[in-house]
């Protein structure tokens, strides 16, 4: 659960610095989309005040607007002021395109007393907000008019023109951002739906297995106990009933081991309980099979009670796979001890046997996944390599530790320690 909340803080810290990013880029562009209009503009203008220098078609045209001296048109003075007004505009805009500036705009072409002699037809409100270019003129017009002549271009929502032309990046860029929303929320729900489903599955197989092995177990304590007192054709009917209780029991334990392994610590049902009573009755179980078959098995348990927050059908489980490892890896005669107690705020459970040993080099990969140590001349014994790396992780995910000390041909002796209740905080526990 913290791991679910931490994941979506991240996503949601991410999405928010990811924003604020694009934002900070969004206002450099439009800085220098400002400074882009101011040069295009600086342009534009020197091109305007050379093209209206000279005389040339339409500053003849101007000029007669502004003086009236309509002698060598057939117009009247008010047509050659809306001709004027009409071209003048179509200048300037054609001025304004060729310097990549395609905002809207009026103009205004007055003297320094403030009388207007040509302007657009339509001028923005004073309440808006007004971007203008002013410049003197000089040359033909302004010594026609006999006066200093200003010609002032004005723009309106020149922001929203800057963003009309970064479009091309910041849509993009939404769109991209909402389709990586769009594709971690897709995965995060994919991803805790399965996680729920997995760990459905796993609660499942734990409950279903678990209740498998009491009766195996029991239905192997009973099919040894009538091997011993049965003869003939009897006897090899219940030894083929071994031998399948047998494997029956070792494909429990495997789709135990795997669940645990494959899946999480979420998989843990964890709770306060005593061990002690728990692991009087697996060495007592244990120790009918071990003297059935004709070893020895000694149990010692020492000042309980063993409190402990943990998964009781793992413990068991792990504790179980040791035990029939000893037995496994054990000479004839079978020899193995169970001995618990407890060390500080530590429970020690420490299973010994006198078995074929393992090398030091097998020693440092004995927990790894699917290693399984040389059995040199046994044949009898199989497995898959998992047992005791299900036992390692599920000592670890309890805040434990397992030890190992073994020589060859002597024999084993695997310790786990396990934390008591006061020092499992953290856990989560159920009450």
Do not use: C
Not at 219 to 248: F, N, P, Y
Not at 388 to 394: E, N, P, T
């Amino acid at each position: 659960m913290v791991k679910k909340y931490l994941y979506i803080s991240l996503f949601i810290i991410s999405i928010i610095g990811l924003s604020i990013v694009q934002y900070q880029y969004f206002r450099i562009g439009l800085n220098l989309a400002g400074l882009q209009f101011d040069e295009n503009m600086k342009e534009a203008m020197t091109d305007m005040k050379e093209e209206l220098r000279d005389r040339n078609e339409l500053t003849y045209l101007v000029a007669t607007s502004i003086t009236g001296e309509e002698e060598n048109f057939k117009l009247s003075l008010d047509s050659i002021r809306d001709a004027s007004e009409y071209f003048f505009n179509d200048f300037v805009k054609s001025t304004l395109v060729e310097h990549g500036i395609k905002a809207d705009f009026t103009y205004e072409l007055y003297a320094r007393d403030s009388v207007v002699f040509l302007g657009s037809s339509q001028q923005f409100d004073e309440s808006d907000e007004v971007l203008s270019y002013p410049m003197a003129l000089e040359g033909y017009l302004a010594d026609s008019a006999k006066k200093d002549l200003t010609l002032e271009i004005r723009f309106k929502n020149v922001n929203r023109y800057f963003l009309s032309q970064l479009n091309g990046l910041t849509i993009p860029s939404l769109f991209f951002i909402l389709i990586i929303i769009s594709i971690l929320i897709w995965v995060f729900r994919a991803f805790y739906l399965q996680k729920n489903l997995i760990t459905s599955t796993n609660e499942f197989i734990n409950n279903l297995t678990h209740e498998l092995k009491t009766p195996v177990f029991s239905m192997g304590v009973a099919s040894k106990i009538l091997e011993e007192k049965i003869d003939g054709e009897g006897k090899e009917v219940v030894g083929l009933m071994r031998t399948q209780l047998d494997k029956m029991k070792n494909q429990i334990d495997k789709v135990l081991e795997l669940a645990i392994i494959e899946g999480k610590k979420d998989v843990l049902v964890m709770e306060k309980f005593d061990l002690h009573p728990q692991l009087n009755r697996i060495g007592s179980d244990f120790g009918s099979l071990v003297n059935l078959e004709g070893g020895e098995f000694e149990m010692d348990l020492r000042d309980p009670p063993y409190w402990i927050v943990g998964d009781k059908y793992h413990i068991d489980n792990a504790v179980s796979s040791l035990l029939e490892n000893a037995k496994k890896y054990s000479k004839d005669p079978v020899k193995i001890k169970l001995i618990a107690f407890k060390d500080k705020n530590k429970l020690r459970i420490q299973i010994s046997d006198q078995g074929i040993g393992i090398s030091k080099e097998g020693q440092k990969k004995i927990f790894d996944k699917y290693f399984r140590v040389s059995n040199g001349d046994r044949h009898d014994v199989k497995g898959y390599g998992l047992g005791l790396h299900y036992v390692k992780r599920i000592v670890n995910l309890h805040r434990g530790n397992i030890l190992v000390v073994s020589e060859e041909g002597i024999g084993s002796t695997f310790t786990m320690i396990l934390p008591l209740s006061r020092q499992a905080e953290g856990l989560n526990t159920k009450p």
